[in-house]
């Protein structure tokens, strides 16, 4: 049984940084990309990071880019969020996610929650100003 667990949210002021861990079990992160997402009350799931399995290639969303870092350590079968800068506007819960196998259903797919076989419960993000 595939399982995603999230860790490291918490609260922090404005400016402030966190790191965010996915640890996967069940099988190898090694062959998977991963990819992070977020939920805000009232809001639809938004993306923020992905990486390829192979981790040559990552991806952002516009509002996180420059700010946000992901990574993964397939020794760990974990993936890394380092969100740094934080912002009110960050608030939500986090997911992480792996696909089914290596490369997402299409040139986009990255960033599609439904290029993504596996999810994580979440971890609360609050940003205070």
């Known amino acids: 049984q595939v399982q995603l667990v999230e860790s490291g949210g918490g609260l922090v002021q404005a400016g402030g940084s966190l790191r965010l861990s996915c640890v996967v079990s069940?099988?190898?992160?090694?062959?998977?990309?991963v990819g992070w997402f977020r939920q805000a009350p009232g809001k639809e799931r938004e993306f923020v990071a992905a990486i390829s399995w192979a981790g040559s290639s990552t991806y952002y969303g516009n509002s996180v880019k420059g700010r946000f870092t992901i990574s993964r350590f397939n020794a760990r079968n974990t993936a890394y969020l380092q969100m740094d800068s934080l912002k009110p506007e960050d608030t939500a819960v986090y997911y992480c996610?792996?696909?089914?196998?290596?490369?997402?259903?299409?040139?986009?797919?990255?960033?599609?929650?439904?290029?993504?076989?596996?999810w994580g419960q979440g971890t609360q993000v609050t940003v205070s100003s």
């Open positions: 069940g099988r190898s992160i090694v062959d998977y990309a």
């Open positions: 996610a792996s696909t089914p196998g290596k490369y997402w259903r299409s040139s986009d797919g990255y960033k599609t929650p439904n290029s993504y076989d596996y």
